[in-house]
């Protein structure tokens, strides 16, 4: 029997060191603020506590490049992660890559921040500095903003759009913010569970930290069409993975004056939402993570598994992602070799050998073992 029958349909991959792993090691805390996904990304039970829905966090992000999508809620709702080692700020050179979900179109931005453990006691209760993005000093962008939500009340009944059939309730969760702004979380018909977190006994949540520009705009004034725009560099979930402008630099640090900070390294990174804005029946701008590296150990790890990595095909070129630099072969499913191609990091564009479509065997090679195979149907 041919290689390649034994390999497709299935993935495997590598063990990773113990020490120094690239990825999250542990999540100190989980704290959203309302929004479409919370209770869903993960998914929560009314029987689960803080540390449960903390140990489902943990599960779907730690130890991995790119694992399940954690969401944020929205403005200000923050997650808070560690490494095993401190994660070293090399000169001239992005430190972190975060993984959400943003594609074109669909931009999402959090504010990062990141903290060295000052007083050595292993959690992160110390001096956190801001990871200054495109937007810092943009004329919109508000510091120590702060918002309370309130709980909907037991008896609240449901404002439905009058003209929107999906936006299913305009005033769903009440807002206001310190300097006295105040809006509504919309709720939409695609997310019908609770928004607010429903582990949180208390009935109003209270977030703190920068507020973005809004980044969305009604395109055709009518709620038909949100466009939504992407900050150019320095946030989370604004660019999609496969982007440079998705890692940070901690060399971006600064402090809470908003003066630039040197970080030699850092133990612990936080994430919150950055835009408080309410897009119809899109929802909510709440920013979703599902995985944090530390690219510098990712590197220097020999036996790293790539974790991330995706194949698609569109017209006349096939797209990889690889995280690492690997070899891509495809077979026929004769277990032919029909070409042979040398990966970089970041998404590679090959292709299509001439006149050959059907089914396809891809296998993805790295340290000469192979990583992945995956069936692709080139048409
Ligand atoms: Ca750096
Ligand atoms: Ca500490
Ligand atoms: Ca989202
Ligand atoms: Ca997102």
């Not at 000093?137 to 009944?157: C, F, G, I, K």
């Not at 560099?233 to 908003?258: F, L, R, T």
Request: proline share 5%.
């Amino acid at each position: 029997m041919k290689k390649w029958l034994f390999l497709a349909g299935c993935t495997l991959s590598m063990g990773v060191c113990a020490q120094n792993s690239p990825y999250i090691n542990k999540v100190y805390e989980y704290a959203p603020a309302p929004g479409q996904f919370v209770n869903v990304m993960p998914e929560v039970t009314p029987e689960d506590t803080e540390t449960t829905v903390l140990q489902k966090v943990q599960t779907a992000i730690a130890g991995k490049a790119n694992g399940s999508l954690v969401s944020l809620g929205a403005w200000g709702g923050y997650i808070v992660v560690g490494f095993d080692h401190p994660v070293n700020n090399l000169p001239e050179e992005v430190d972190l890559k975060i993984y959400g979900n943003a594609m074109l179109n669909a931009s999402e931005p959090g504010v990062v921040m990141v903290a060295q453990d000052a007083n050595a006691n292993g959690l992160p209760d110390d001096a956190w500095y801001e990871l200054k993005g495109s937007e810092h000093d943009n004329e919109l962008t508000l510091t120590d903003y702060q918002v309370v939500y309130h709980r909907p009340a037991s008896d609240h009944l449901p404002t439905p759009h009058p003209t929107q059939n999906q936006v299913s309730d305009l005033c769903y969760i009440q807002w206001e913010a310190a300097n006295g702004e105040k809006g509504y979380l919309e709720k939409n018909t695609f997310h019908t569970q609770d928004y607010f977190p429903l582990w949180i006994k208390e009935d109003t949540i209270v977030r703190r930290g920068t507020r973005l520009p809004n980044n969305t705009i009604d395109k055709n004034g009518d709620g038909t069409y949100y466009a939504t725009g992407t900050y150019e560099w320095g946030y989370a979930d604004n660019q999609p993975n496969g982007k440079d402008a998705s890692c940070v630099d901690i060399d971006w640090a600064v402090d809470e004056n908003g003066d630039k900070t040197h970080l030699s390294a850092i133990d612990f990174v936080k994430v919150y939402t950055g835009v408080l804005q309410s897009n119809g029946w899109t929802g909510e701008c709440s920013t979703e993570i599902a995985g944090i590296v530390d690219l510098h150990a990712l590197k220097s790890d020999h036996n790293h598994t790539i974790y991330n990595m995706y194949i698609k095909q569109m017209n006349d070129n096939i797209y990889i992602y690889a995280e690492a630099p690997a070899t891509f072969v495809l077979y026929d499913m004769l277990g032919n070799k029909v070409c042979e191609e040398d990966l970089q990091a970041g998404e590679n564009t090959l292709k299509i050998p001439a006149h050959r479509k059907g089914i396809f065997i891809a296998c993805i090679y790295a340290n000469h073992q192979i990583h992945s195979t995956q069936k692709i149907h080139i048409f």
